[in-house]
T-cell receptor, first 108, second 113 residues
Framework: GEDVEQSLFLSVREGDSSVINCTYTDSSSTYLYWYKQEPGAGLQLLTYIFSNMDMKQDQRLTVLLNKKDKHLSLRIADTQTGDSAIYFCAEYIRNLIFGKGTKLSVKP | EPEVTQTPSHQVTQMGQEVILRCVPISNHLYFYWYRQILGQKVEFLVSFYNNEISEKSEIFDDQFSVERPDGSNFTLKIRSTKLEDSAMYFC???????????FGDGTRLSIL
């Protein structure tokens, strides 16, 4: 069946780059998304990529898509303490299928 | 920037009672969704709604659940007879068209006692 997997935790130092990885199983996904959830808040759409693209850059965020390996990554350059949150990968196939989320901790 | 709003932010209800969760989607969006997140688990799709009809629903969305767009702005999720396992964060989302990005509200935390 459809499934999205992410590692659960990532810890980086302020100023370093963070790379959050995600794998998915259904190759018919049209879009792949990254959402951010801060404590007590909802899901904030960060960025997304169409399945026929392999890279998208948006300021400090870079999304890489390897469709052959069904692998998606989110790179955050110059990570700040305000980037500490849970990051969810999701694929769209008629509805959103989410991973469990990666908790990013940024140490000063 | 327009946003999806949900009320209440926290709802505490006795088991067996009915509960209605409310959402105001972004005004020019045509597709509406409910998702839920049980503590420590994945965000799960419940139902999508378009043109005053359910367009898709998951196995979770059984006969205890219903959705409605009672007027031009609100979109509601009703749970008819709540169970302990319905305790979760419920998120409403909307999108302009079906496969475009979905924008989420801040969620309603539902606690069933």
């Amino acid at each position: 069946g459809e499934d999205v997997e992410q590692s659960l935790f990532l810890s980086v130092r302020e100023g370093d780059s963070s790379v959050i990885n995600c794998t998915y199983t259904d190759s018919s996904s049209t879009y792949l998304y990254w959402y951010k959830q801060e404590p007590g808040a909802g899901l904030q759409l960060l960025t997304y990529i169409f399945s026929n693209m392999d890279m998208k850059q948006d300021q400090r965020l870079t999304v890489l898509l390897n469709k052959k390996d069904k692998h998606l990554s989110l790179r955050i350059a110059d990570t700040q303490t305000g980037d500490s949150a849970i990051y969810f990968c999701a694929e769209y196939i008629r509805n959103l299928i989410f991973g469990k989320g990666t908790k990013l901790s940024v140490k000063p | 920037e327009p946003e999806v709003t949900q009320t209440p932010s926290h709802q505490v209800t006795q088991m067996g009672q009915e509960v209605i969760l409310r959402c105001v989607p972004i005004s020019n969006h045509l597709y509406f969704y409910w998702y839920r997140q049980i503590l420590g688990q994945k965000v799960e799709f419940l139902v999508s709604f378009y043109n005053n009809e359910i367009s898709e629903k998951s196995e979770i969305f059984d006969d205890q659940f219903s959705v409605e767009r009672p007027d031009g702005s609100n979109f509601t999720l009703k749970i008819r007879s709540t169970k302990l396992e319905d305790s979760a964060m419920y998120f409403c989302a909307s999108s302009v068209v079906e496969d475009q990005p979905q924008h989420f509200g801040d969620g309603t935390r539902l606690s069933i006692l």
